[in-house]
């Protein structure tokens, strides 16, 4: 077998360079290429970079590396999962990788935890190459479901405490939906006081309900569905007008609705952020309901912790007044 090439990698450098973020890229150094392909989806490619580990690329850009993938992982999940009482059943959209899964069974309240991810090259090659983050498909509570997101929803009612959208799924007809329909999905396989976090979505061809509001943003004559970077970043300084559409909508669907987010070098401008939605008009998602005591905290977390917790609700004051 010939050595393998990839477009986004020349002279030893991987660069993720995308019209969502104009006028800047990232570049890692690049070790060995150890996987290319295109599966029914995207684009997947994995590398192993000089100073980050290996890393995961869809669609050409970057969805994680082993050097900092807990930050993202970590919080997208307790953020949702510390603000529920008595968490037992959690539905994990997307996350083929595993990071998710794993950060959802360090929580004893856990009885199921699915996954569903249309994409099962994904689930695949992680556990092969990503075992640091892959190794929560091995939990007994966890059972995993290769297929269309939205059509899961559409079949689960009051059924889950917790509901973490790492991507989204639609195919076909679902890519007309608007984003409110997703969210109205979300509510309705939600038990009472149940909490979810969403990030964003895989691919916009996967994220109808981001379409409707990119649509100002990507003009046209310059994209295509399939041009839109794999890990859509909601950045306070690259986004905000999609933040606070996305705020927007998820207050027409859930009484109580928070803006947070991490700081992770390798997405764009080193930070990413989450919507935190509950069912709950009382809740405060701010105030973490459970947490791990100091010595467990930092046995099973290297970024999240009960501070960081409220603290990640803490705008800079362009972004607070925006999202007000």
């Known amino acids: 077998m010939g050595e393998i090439t990839h477009p986004t990698i020349k002279d030893g450098w991987f660069r993720e360079i995308s019209e969502m973020w104009p006028g800047q890229a990232m570049t890692l150094k ?6 290319h392909e ?3 989806y995207q684009d997947v490619l994995i590398f192993e970079s000089s100073d980050y580990g290996t890393v995961l690329v869809l669609d050409n850009v970057i969805q994680c590396t082993e050097r900092d993938e807990f930050a993202y992982q970590e919080m997208i999940t307790h953020l949702a999962m510390n603000s529920h ?3 037992q059943s959690v539905l994990v959209i997307g996350g083929g990788d595993g990071g998710v899964l794993r950060e959802v069974v360090k929580h004893s309240t856990v009885k199921s935890a699915i996954l569903c991810d249309i994409d099962e090259s994904v689930i695949r090659l992680s556990k092969k190459y990503l075992p640091g983050m892959s190794l929560g498909f091995q ?6 479901h290769v297929g269309d997101g939205f059509q899961f929803l559409k079949e689960r009612k009051e059924e889950f405490d917790v509901i973490i959208t790492d991507s989204s799924d639609p195919e076909g007809p679902a890519e007309s939906l608007f984003q409110k329909p997703y969210f109205e999905l979300l509510y309705g396989a939600l038990k009472e006081g149940g ?5 964003g979505c895989s691919s916009i061809s996967l994220c109808p309900f981001l379409i409707f509001f990119l649509s100002p943003f990507l003009h046209s ?11 859509l970043a909601e950045n306070i300084f690259l986004h905000l007008s999609l933040i606070t559409s ?5 207050l027409e669907v859930f009484p109580v609705v928070e803006y947070a987010y991490t700081t992770i070098p390798s997405y764009p401008s080193g930070q990413i952020g989450f919507m935190v939605c509950c069912k709950d008009s009382t809740r405060d998602l701010k105030v973490p309901l459970r947490s791990w005591d100091l010595e467990e905290e930092e046995k099973l977390c290297r970024y999240y912790n009960k501070e960081i917790h409220t603290a990640s609700f803490v705008l800079p004051t362009f972004a607070r007044r925006a999202l007000r």
């Open 246 to 250: 996305l705020k927007k909508s998820c």
């Open 38 to 40: 295109k599966s029914k």
């Open 221 to 231: 004559e310059r994209f295509s569905t399939n041009q839109v970077p794999a890990k």
């Open 30 to 35: 690049v070790n060995q290429i150890l996987h």
């Open 195 to 199: 909490v979810i976090t969403t990030q």
């Open 85 to 87: 009482p008595n968490p």
């Open 139 to 144: 939990h007994p509570n966890v059972s995993v």
